[in-house]
């Protein structure tokens, strides 16, 4: 049963926004070390090594995730192979304006496939909080001049973007169906692991077709292997960790809206990065966005 949005649930779906910016920086950062699908496909198979002391026992042969691997190898492909893949191509191939302003669109998501596929009632609250939460994003991307808008081009790499916000909104709503082994449903780890297992497959199959296609290789050194290190522990594991339980605890119409947290996070991230202070608009953009989790929140 879902419950009311407390402050712990929105400091723990918090943390995955801010663990997603960091992730964006991270992987513009190392576009020209590793190809997208590769990056994927790598953070996934670190994040594997670091579950395996704590989740083994999902891979001996009377495991019951072999009992529930068509519905983890569906969880696996949407969360795990596809939507982080598509977000490092989108970061290679688009602007991060770009991919900010159509990954703002996750709510709308959240609302649309609740309704048509898992039976939820659009609110008009809701509404009303996609409304405020997408119109802080816009503040965020226009920095406070909305005249920068009219500079926005959309191109192929955005369409990588909106694929991907389907995915994760699809991935949100199935994460709260039950009938999940209880011992896997019960361990945060193994129920990471269940999705992993499958997930790995299907990422390792799309960075082998990349490299048939691609004549970029992967220039190891420290700079990969440090972000790696980052992204395999922070969104992968932790983020994902922190996403599914507070999803379990709200559900996915409220959870989608703080994924708008992770433009102004973003844009914190680079102005430190820049040495630049936080500007006004970032204040607006805040009250806009928590706005909107707390008028969609409220019963």
Known sequence: ??????????????????????????????????????????????????????????????????????????????????????????????????????????PVFMLVLGAAFFSQRITARQVLGAVLSIAGVVVVLAHGDFEHLAQVRFVAGDLYMLVATAAWALYSWLLTRPGDPAEIRSNWARFLMAQLVPGLLWSGLFAAVESGVTTQSIQWGWPLAAALAFIATGPA?????????????????????FSNLTPLFAALFSAAFLGEPPQPYHGVAFALIVGGIVVSSRR
């Open 237 to 257: 594991i932790m983020a994902y960790r922190a996403w599914g339980l507070g999803v379990q605890r709200v559900g996915p119409n409220i959870a989608g809206f």
């Open 1 to 106: 049963m879902q419950q009311r949005l407390t402050l712990s649930t929105a400091l723990l779906l918090t943390l995955p926004p801010v663990l997603w910016a960091g992730n964006a920086v991270i992987g513009r950062a190392v576009a020209p070390l590793v190809p997208p699908l590769a990056l994927n496909c790598l953070r996934w198979a670190l994040a594997f090594l670091i579950l395996l002391p704590f989740a083994w026992q999902l891979l001996r042969a009377d495991s019951p995730l072999w009992g529930r691997f068509g519905r983890f190898a569906v969880l696996g492909f949407l969360g795990v192979g596809s939507y982080n893949a598509l977000q490092y191509l989108a970061v290679k191939t688009s602007t991060p304006v770009n991919v900010t302003l159509v990954g703002s669109s996750m």
